[in-house]
């Protein structure tokens, strides 16, 4: 079986704390999720390049949607990204976990169910690893996604060796 790849829109893929002059090659668009809670349109930015980049990388990995979009990015994201319908995460709740972990840890872990996974993500940090290092029986990579780059090269090279190390 595969290692999961879990990956957040807003951050990695949705560079939302960029410049917008920082951002060559990505395309701007505006959308209403249906089940968000606010009414104004939402910019989402998206590189078409990470789409050729992540279904290569669909070859090595379980591509799954770890964001709050859920069923949103298979409306939103995975078309513009030329991405089939891929399963996601659903949240029940959005609770820091007890040790300080991030509250799409206990989720995230959960649909992993033991099997290696790579997480993308601009919010996990040391805690969350080290909570995955000292209770997670397979082999995890947490990558923190700077949101105001998204991700670049060395993110999808890491995740290229890291599938390869298994």
Same mark, same amino acid.
């Given at each position: 079986?595969? #290692?999961?790849?879990?990956?957040?829109? &807003? $951050?990695?893929?949705? #560079?939302?704390?960029?410049?917008?002059?920082? *951002?060559? $090659?990505?395309l701007?668009?505006? +959308?209403?999720?249906?089940?968000?809670?606010?009414? /104004?349109?939402?910019? !989402?930015? *998206?590189?078409?390049?990470?789409? /050729?980049?992540?279904?290569? *990388?669909?070859?090595?990995?379980? !591509?799954?949607?770890?964001? %709050?979009? @859920?069923?949103?990015?298979?409306?939103?994201?995975?078309?513009? !990204?030329?991405? #089939?319908?891929?399963?996601? +995460?659903?949240?029940? %709740?959005? %609770?820091? $976990?007890?040790?300080? %972990?991030?509250w799409?840890?206990? @989720?995230?872990?959960?649909?992993?169910?033991?099997?290696?996974?790579?997480? +993308?993500? &601009? @919010? +996990?940090?040391?805690?969350?690893?080290?909570?995955?290092?000292?209770?997670? #029986?397979?082999?995890a990579?947490?990558?923190?996604? &700077?949101?105001?780059? $998204?991700?670049?090269?060395? &993110?999808?090279?890491?995740? @290229?060796?890291?599938?390869?190390? !298994?």
């Open positions: 079986m595969k #290692p999961f790849l879990f990956l957040d829109i &807003d $951050g990695p893929l949705n #560079p939302f704390a960029a410049a917008r002059r920082h *951002l060559p $090659g990505y701007t668009r505006a +959308v209403r999720p249906a089940g968000w809670a606010w009414t /104004e349109p939402l910019e !989402l930015r *998206l590189n078409p390049a990470h789409g /050729e980049r992540l279904r290569a *990388l669909a070859g090595r990995y379980e !591509l799954v949607w770890a964001s %709050t979009w @859920e069923a949103e990015a298979n409306t939103h994201v995975a078309p513009e !990204l030329g991405l #089939p319908a891929l399963p996601y +995460v659903h949240w029940p %709740t959005r %609770t820091a $976990g007890p040790d300080g %972990t991030f799409k840890l206990r @989720e995230v872990v959960a649909h992993a169910a033991g099997r290696p996974f790579a997480w +993308v993500d &601009d @919010e +996990v940090g040391p805690r969350d690893r080290a909570w995955v290092d000292g209770h997670y #029986p397979a082999p990579a947490l990558l923190r996604i &700077d949101p105001a780059r $998204g991700l670049v090269e060395e &993110d999808f090279l890491a995740l @290229e060796e890291w599938s390869e190390s !298994l």
